[in-house]
C-alpha cells in the first residue's frame, strides 16, 4: 500500500548502506527544518524541528533562533569525537571550526555542516546532524538549517569505540544515480512555502552542494526525503507473504502470513497517521484571513508541491463576485473562473495555456464536468495519451494535452452546504507515485475544509458588498458646484467588521441662492445605525425644503429621533452658506465644530460654537451663531472618527485637522486628500469618517439683481423688460428670449396666487441664471395633467421642459418657485490653486 506525503513529517532517507535508525518506521529519520531571517528570528519551524528541538510552530516564529536550538553553550564541556580519521569537533563546530550558533548568527556566507550536542530534560544528551545553508534574494530568508537526531542511526557502522563513523557533508547532486530525480524531490524537504519562494531556495542549495551523510571519503549517501512507506519494510512485507505462499510447512506459512499482516497493518496505520497530521497541518494554514483571494492562495499552497505538483482551483462566478449562494446545480454553461495555479514546473509553462483570471465553461464530456455535477471527487491514476487527447479536444481554443498527458490526476469539489462552489485539478508528474484511493479520501477531507473555508469568505466577501451596497445608497451624489461655492467629498468606511456605520454628509439647494451644508454621526455601528442615518438625512432634506431655520431644523430631528426609539443618538452639524451676504448661520447639536481656512492669509481656525445636546437627548435647546467669511475661505466638515483616536485626547487630533486645512492645494479634491493622509495615518482609527469640504466663493453684488413688483397682470409684462434689460447689461442676450419666456411663466402664477402687494423677483448669475420669484401664497404649485380645453396648468409644463432644473420651496413667509437657465460658456477668470 502507497503512504501519502509527508512533508509536514520532514522524514529523510539515507540511500542503501546508511545504517538504519532506531525507530518503529526503519529507513525514516526526522529532519528538522527551519528557516532564519536577516534579524536571526525564526520564520519556518517544522513539526521536525518541534520534535527535535522541543518548542512548538506558535513558540518558535519570531523568536530568535539561537534561543530555540541550545547546541553550544548548553552542551557541557564533552568534545564531539567525528569519524575515524577526522579531528575533534567542538560541541557545535563543522569541520572548518566553525559553529551552528555562528551561522545562526549570520556569520557565515557558505554552507556549513557538523555535529553537535544538546543537552535535553528527558532525552539526556542528544547527538545532532546539520546542514546550514546562507540564502540571498528579494525574500526574508537568510538562512537555512537543516538538522536530524545522530542517536536515530545506530550501530551497522559503529566503530570501535562505539561511536558512528559519518558525518554531514555536501556535495554535487550530479555525482548520485538519479540526479534529476533528486533535484526535482528537493522541495519536499523545505518548509511549506509557494512555488516561486521554493525554487529560489532549491537554486541556491542545489549551487551550494546537496546534503549528504559521508560513511568515509569513498562513501557518501544523498539525504532524500521518504513519502513512501519504508521501502525495506514494504520489501519486507512482500518476501513474509510470498514465504506464507510457497512455504511447505503449514506452521512456517502461518508465522510468516501472520508476520506479513503485522507489517502491513503498522504500514497502513503509519499512513492514516500521516495523512491526519498533513490535514491537521494544512487546517491551521487555510483560513487565516476572510479575504477570499488570500483564502484560495492558501489552499493552493498548502498542497504544492507537498501532495501534488499542480493545483489549479477554479470558483463560479457568483462567488468570485461576492453574490448570494449559487442557485442551482452546475451546467455546461456556468461559467467557472480560474483563480489559481500553482506549480513546480519551469516557469511559465502553464500561464499561456491556462492563464488565471480566465472565465470558461466546461464540456459535458469531461471528467471535470463529471466532479462538479456529482460534488464526488474523480480519480484518474494515470492520463494515458488516448484519454489526455480526447479530453483536450473538448476544448476549442487551446490543446491541454501535453500539460496532462501520462500524468495522474484528482478531482476534488468544493462544496459547501451540499452546494458546489468550486473544484481543484491536482496534477503529479509521471515520475511520481500516482493518486491512490488513499489520496482521493485524503484530497475529499481536505477539499470539505477548504470548501468550508471558502465559503465563510465566500459569505463575508458577500456581505460586505452588500454593506457598501446599502452606504452608498445612503450617501448622497454631491454636486461639486453649487451656487456660491464648489465642494468635495470623502468617505472612508470604518475598519470594523461590517463596514458600515452612521456617518453621512449632504449639501441642499435653498431659496435665495443659499446651500446648505450638513455632517452628521449617528453613534454605533451596523445595520441599525446606517438605516437611522438614512432616516435623519431624509429628514433633514425634508425639513430644509421648506427652509427652516437650522436652530428650529435641529429641534425638528431631535423630535423624530426621540419618536423613533430611545436608543438612538446622533451627532450633527447644519450650516447655512448666503454667497450673496458673505456669511454662515450654524446650529450644532454635539458634534466637533468645522474649520474655517481663510483666504486673506491661509490661517485655519475651529470655530468656537454653542456645543448642543446630541439628537435623540430631548429638551435641550439648540441655538444658532452667525460666522461672517470671506470669497475663497473653505469650510471644512468632518465627523469624530477622523480626529479621534484611541487613548489620545481629540484636542490632538482637531489641531492637527487645522493644521491639515491650512495647507496649500491645487483642487478641492487634492485638498481633501491632503487632510485624509495627514489624519487617517496616525492609526487607531476604527470608525467611519465623512468629511465635506466647501469653497466659499461668495456671488458679487453685481451679479445679483432684484425687484420687488406689484400684483397685476401687467406686471408680467414688466418682469420680462426687467430680465431682458439686466441679461442685455451682463452681456447675456442670448439667453434673453428664454428667460423672458420661463419668467413670464412663473410671474404669472404668482401674480394669481400671492395675497400682499408685492412680489419678489431675483435673478442671479452664477455659472448658470437662477431665476427666484417669491410670493406669500404657502400652497405649491404642481404640475397638472391638461387637457385642450383647459385654460390653466401649462406654465409649469414650459418650465419644466426649457429650464435646466427648477424647483419649489416653502418659505417662512410663503413660497419660492425657481429655475436655473443654463448658460453660453463665458471666460470669467480661473483659479490655478486654493489656499
Not at 458600515?500 to 453613534?523: C, E, H, N, Q, Y
Request: proline content about 7%; aromatic content about 4%; glycine content about 8%.
Amino acid at each position: 500500500m502507497e503512504r501519502g506525503p509527508s512533508h509536514g513529517d520532514d522524514m529523510v532517507s539515507p540511500a542503501p548502506g546508511v545504517p538504519a535508525p532506531r525507530d518503529p518506521e526503519p529507513g525514516r529519520i526526522p529532519l528538522a527544518v527551519v528557516v532564519v531571517d536577516a534579524r536571526g528570528l525564526v520564520s519556518h519551524w517544522s513539526r521536525g524541528a518541534r520534535r527535535l528541538f522541543g518548542p512548538s510552530r506558535e513558540e518558535a516564529v519570531g523568536a530568535p533562533a539561537v534561543e530555540l536550538m541550545p547546541v553550544s553553550g548548553a552542551l557541557g564541556s564533552d568534545e564531539w569525537r567525528g569519524p575515524e580519521g577526522t579531528e575533534e569537533l567542538d560541541d557545535a563546530e563543522g569541520p572548518d571550526g566553525s559553529g551552528l550558533e555562528s551561522a545562526l548568527g549570520g556569520e557565515t556566507s557558505y554552507p556549513r555542516a557538523g555535529r553537535a550536542r544538546m543537552a535535553d530534560p528527558e532525552r539526556g544528551r542528544v547527538d545532532i546532524l546539520w546542514w546550514a545553508y546562507p540564502l540571498v534574494g528579494p525574500g526574508a530568508e537568510r538562512l537555512l538549517v537543516l538538522a536530524a537526531d545522530a542517536g536515530r542511526l545506530h550501530g551497522e557502522d559503529e566503530g570501535e569505540d562505539g561511536r558512528e563513523r559519518y558525518a554531514p557533508g555536501f556535495a554535487l547532486h550530479t555525482d548520485f544515480p538519479g540526479s534529476q530525480e533528486l533535484a526535482r524531490r528537493l522541495p519536499e524537504i523545505l518548509p511549506n512555502m509557494s512555488p516561486q519562494e521554493s525554487a529560489r531556495i532549491v537554486s541556491q542549495v542545489l549551487e551550494l552542494g546537496y546534503p549528504v551523510l559521508e560513511i568515509s571519503q569513498q562513501e557518501r549517501f544523498p539525504v532524500t526525503p521518504d513519502w513512501g512507506v519504508p521501502r525495506r519494510v514494504e520489501r519486507r512485507a512482500r518476501l513474509l507473504r510470498a514465504t506464507a505462499e510457497t512455504a511447505a510447512d503449514p506452521q512456517a506459512a502461518a508465522a510468516a502470513a501472520a508476520a506479513a499482516a503485522e507489517l502491513e497493518s503498522d504500514l497502513e496505520y503509519a499512513a492514516v497517521r500521516e495523512r491526519l497530521e498533513f490535514l491537521n497541518e494544512v487546517s491551521g494554514r487555510i483560513g487565516s484571513s476572510l479575504d477570499l483571494a488570500r483564502t484560495i492562495q492558501e489552499v493552493s499552497e498548502a498542497v504544492v508541491p507537498r501532495f501534488t505538483d499542480v493545483a489549479g482551483t477554479y470558483l463560479r462566478e457568483q462567488v468570485i463576485a461576492g453574490e448570494g449562494f449559487p442557485d442551482g446545480p452546475p451546467d455546461e454553461t456556468t461559467m467557472w473562473h480560474r483563480v489559481a495555479v500553482e506549480h513546480n514546473d519551469e516557469p511559465g509553462r502553464w500561464d499561456d495555456v491556462v492563464p488565471v483570471g480566465e472565465s470558461m465553461p466546461f464540456p459535458a464530456h469531461t471528467p471535470f464536468f463529471q466532479c462538479m455535477t456529482s460534488g464526488e471527487p474523480v480519480l484518474i491514476p494515470r492520463i494515458s495519451e488516448e484519454m489526455g487527447n480526447a479530453i483536450a479536444a473538448q476544448f476549442e481554443k487551446r490543446d491541454i494535452s501535453p500539460l496532462i498527458n501520462l500524468r495522474s490526476m484528482l478531482l476534488l469539489p468544493l462544496k459547501a452546504r451540499n452546494v458546489v462552489l468550486g473544484f481543484m485539478i491536482l496534477l503529479r508528474h509521471p515520475e511520481r507515485a500516482e493518486f491512490n484511493d488513499m489520496d482521493r479520501v485524503t484530497g475529499a477531507e481536505l477539499a470539505a475544509r477548504a470548501g468550508l473555508v471558502l465559503d465563510n469568505a465566500r459569505m463575508y466577501t458577500y456581505q460586505e458588498n452588500v454593506a457598501e451596497t446599502l452606504q452608498d445608497s445612503m450617501l448622497p451624489h454631491i454636486e461639486p458646484r453649487m451656487a456660491g461655492c464648489d465642494t468635495a467629498t470623502r468617505y472612508l468606511p470604518g475598519t470594523r467588521l461590517g463596514r458600515v456605520g452612521g456617518d453621512w454628509f449632504d449639501t441642499i439647494k435653498l431659496p435665495g441662492s443659499r446651500t446648505a451644508l450638513v455632517v452628521g454621526d449617528v453613534m454605533g455601528h451596523g445595520l441599525n445605525s446606517a438605516a437611522m442615518m438614512g432616516q435623519l438625512r431624509t429628514a433633514v432634506q425634508t425639513m430644509a425644503a421648506i427652509d427652516m431655520a437650522p436652530a428650529q431644523l435641529l429641534r425638528g430631528l431631535d423630535d423624530l429621533a426621540q419618536r423613533l426609539g430611545d436608543n438612538y443618538l446622533a451627532t450633527c452639524l447644519y450650516v447655512v452658506y448666503d454667497p450673496i451676504e458673505s456669511r454662515l448661520t450654524i446650529a450644532n447639536a454635539g458634534h466637533i465644530p468645522p474649520v474655517v481656512v481663510r483666504a486673506a492669509d491661509g490661517r485655519s481656525e475651529l470655530l468656537d460654537l454653542p456645543t448642543g445636546a446630541p439628537i435623540g437627548v430631548g429638551g435641550v435647546p439648540f441655538e444658532a451663531v452667525t460666522v461672517p467669511v470671506e470669497p475663497g475661505d473653505r469650510l471644512v466638515l468632518c465627523t469624530d472618527g477622523l480626529v479621534e483616536v484611541r487613548g489620545e485626547d481629540i484636542g490632538v487630533g482637531l489641531a492637527a485637522l487645522a493644521e491639515s486645512a491650512a495647507h496649500p492645494a491645487a483642487s478641492m479634491d487634492e485638498a481633501c486628500d491632503t487632510i485624509i493622509r495627514a489624519l487617517n495615518t496616525r492609526g487607531g482609527r476604527k470608525d467611519d469618517v465623512a468629511l465635506l469640504m466647501a469653497r466659499l466663493n461668495g456671488i458679487p453684488r453685481s451679479d445679483v439683481a432684484e425687484w420687488r413688483l406689484p400684483i397685476a397682470a401687467r406686471e408680467v409684462s414688466r418682469a420680462r423688460r426687467l430680465v431682458r434689460s439686466q441679461l442685455r447689461s451682463w452681456d447675456l442676450e442670448a439667453a434673453a428670449d428664454t428667460a423672458e419666456l420661463l419668467v413670464s411663466e412663473v410671474m404669472t402664477n404668482a401674480v394669481r396666487h400671492a395675497h400682499t402687494q408685492r412680489v419678489v423677483l431675483r435673478l442671479v448669475r452664477t455659472d448658470a441664471l437662477l431665476c427666484e420669484v417669491s410670493d406669500d401664497d404657502h400652497s405649491l404649485p404642481q404640475l397638472l395633467n391638461v387637457r385642450d380645453e383647459d385654460e390653466y396648468g401649462r406654465g409649469l409644463r414650459v418650465v419644466s421642459r426649457l429650464a435646466r432644473e427648477w424647483g419649489t420651496s416653502r418659505t417662512a413667509t410663503g413660497k419660492t418657485v425657481w429655475f436655473e437657465q443654463s448658460l453660453p460658456p463665458v471666460r470669467r477668470g480661473s483659479r490655478s490653486n486654493i489656499r
